[in-house]
């Protein structure tokens, strides 16, 4: 059986574990290494255990640790070459990615990495060559958008084949518009190459989510201007407008930002 494990999912440090009992990916790295291996261990799984490490973009608070835990434990980092060079040039990143253990993916191409069938597809964000992933494992599919601007076409067919998705729901607008940040951060959050907000995210699953989807979880929520129940309460009653229930239709669940949110069983 497939399981999914979310270590943290936030500007503090976001980290996501898909795994079976011979295989695991995990999917960024913007947590401490110690911090890691103690929230592992009470879930019962070895970093042993993880064989692969995708990466979706160069921000510090995905990558902190990629270097470290790739060196300490011999695991290979997938991402693109843009990708890797700016993680090499994270100045966040105190251990880089040493060459035996970079691995170079292309948007669009399919790769086999272990058990998993991953496609990279291009996300909108102000980072280097930002990327998600479509993931097969077997007859399951899972997908994860995080730190995503607007949705693009691609993004919408790949939502539309997804059994299982992670998708960011980062900000309430009204509460990023009276909040405490400066203008500048305003304009980046809500821009086109920012992060999505609630009424966006809960548009991408009406419109584009199939009778294939299960489960659906949400990501990336700020501190400062988003709350977990709004984030909810908001995506629920715009799904209900289209006619969508959640807990009927699919299941939807929100990630914790700076502590594990448990482990979901994909079936």
Same mark, same amino acid.
């Given at each position: ?7 943290? !999912? *936030?500007?503090?440090?976001?980290? &996501?574990?898909? $795994? ?22 009470? &879930? ?10 995708? #990466?979706?973009? /160069? ?5 902190? !640790?990629? *270097? ?14 843009? #990708?890797?060079? *700016? ?5 966040? =990143? ?69 059994? $299982?998705?992670?998708?960011? @729901?980062?900000? /309430? ?7 405490? &940040? ?7 959050? @809500? ?24 489960? =659906?979880?949400?990501?990336?929520? !700020? ?16 799904? @209900?407008? &289209? *006619?969508?229930?959640?807990?009927? /239709?699919?299941?939807? /669940? ?14």
């Amino acid at each position: 059986m497939l399981k999914f494990l979310s270590l943290g !999912s *936030g500007s503090s440090g976001n980290c &996501y574990l898909l $795994y079976s009992d011979t295989d695991a990916l995990m999917i960024d790295c913007g947590i401490g290494v110690r911090t890691l291996k103690k929230n592992l261990t009470d &879930y019962g799984i070895s970093v042993s255990a993880i064989h692969h490490i995708l #990466v979706t973009h /160069d921000h510090a608070d995905h990558i902190k !640790s990629i *270097g470290s835990l790739s060196a300490d434990f011999k695991i290979p980092v997938y991402s693109t070459n843009q #990708v890797h060079q *700016g993680i090499f040039r994270n100045w966040c =990143v105190k251990k880089k990615v040493e060459e035996p253990f970079r691995r170079y993916i292309e948007k669009g191409e399919t790769m086999q990495i272990g058990e998993f069938e991953v496609t990279p597809f291009n996300v909108p964000h102000d980072s280097i060559d930002c990327v998600g992933f479509f993931i097969t494992h077997g007859d399951t599919t899972f997908t994860i958008i995080t730190d995503c601007g607007h949705l693009t076409e691609e993004m919408k067919t790949v939502i539309s084949k997804s059994n $299982y998705l992670i998708i960011e @729901a980062n900000h /309430d607008p009204e509460m990023l518009k009276e909040g405490p &940040y400066p203008p500048h951060l305003k304009v980046r959050i @809500a821009g086109e190459k920012g992060h999505l907000c609630n009424q966006d995210c809960a548009k991408a699953l009406a419109e584009n989510a199939t009778p294939l989807l299960k489960h =659906v979880w949400l990501c990336h929520l !700020s501190e400062e201007n988003n709350h977990p129940e709004l984030a909810r309460k908001t995506i629920e009653s715009i799904l @209900a407008s &289209y *006619g969508i229930v959640c807990g009927k /239709d699919f299941q939807l /669940d929100i990630l914790k930002r700076t502590k594990p949110t448990g482990v979901f069983e994909l079936e």
